[in-house]
């Protein structure tokens, strides 16, 4: 992973934005730079098999009994799977919407935890709103693809800068196979560097729903 060099003087032509050292501008936190070491590992650990299953032994068995996988995760998108089967299917022969939050959670999920665990200082983080759509049944595995990891960052970001909580709202699409949709999800986190005062969380990442 290659992370941006700082220039003690702008170019003329300023280089293309950075996701892991600057925001976007819906979401104006300051850089930080996460530690690569901390981000592979994260990585490796929630991708690799038995180190996958061992993790989600620890924190999230259920989820391991529906067989939700993460596929793909860098510090931008993460790709999470969940299996149309009897351990996840519901008595209209689709796969139970719960099971569908589960891997939409994971892959928004995914890319907090490794915002948080690549700060330089200890940061929280838990969930504090999610909504969802639902196109068409689930008759076969649902891949969730969430690609806003720069939200998240910069949420981080932020908070290491104010010591406040701040919130970054995100979405991960479900597909199946064929690539039609099957459900959308809005994710909100909450980030608060621990060991700061206690603050109202500052909303990141576009307006909530109406």
């Not at 050292?21 to 590992?41: F, H, I, L, Q």
């Not at 196979?177 to 500052?202: C, L, M, N």
């Amino acid at each position: 992973m290659v992370l941006m060099s700082m220039v003690s003087s702008p170019p003329v032509n300023p280089p293309p934005v950075n996701p892991l050292s600057t925001a976007p501008a819906a979401v104006a936190g300051p850089p930080y730079v996460p530690d690569p070491v901390r981000v592979e590992k994260l990585r490796r650990q929630m991708t690799h098999g038995l180190s996958w299953r061992l993790f989600m032994l620890a924190k999230l068995p259920l989820g391991l009994f529906a067989g939700i996988r993460v596929r793909e995760l860098d510090v931008a998108r993460c790709v999470a799977t969940v299996p149309y089967g009897w351990r996840s299917t519901n008595p209209f022969q689709s796969t139970y919407f719960a099971a569908l939050a589960m891997a939409a959670e994971l892959s928004t999920g995914a890319l907090a935890l490794m915002a948080a665990r690549s700060a330089p200082r200890s940061v929280a983080l838990l969930i504090v709103d999610l909504d969802a759509r639902f196109e068409k049944k689930a008759v076969a595995t649902t891949a969730f693809t969430c690609d806003q990891g720069d939200r998240l960052f910069a949420a981080v970001g932020e908070s290491l800068a104010s010591g406040e909580a701040v919130t970054a709202r995100v979405e991960t699409i479900g597909r199946a196979p064929d690539g039609e949709v099957v459900a959308g999800f809005h994710v909100t986190w909450s980030f608060k560097v621990r060991g700061a005062s206690r603050q109202t969380p500052t909303p990141r990442g576009g307006p909530a729903p109406p």
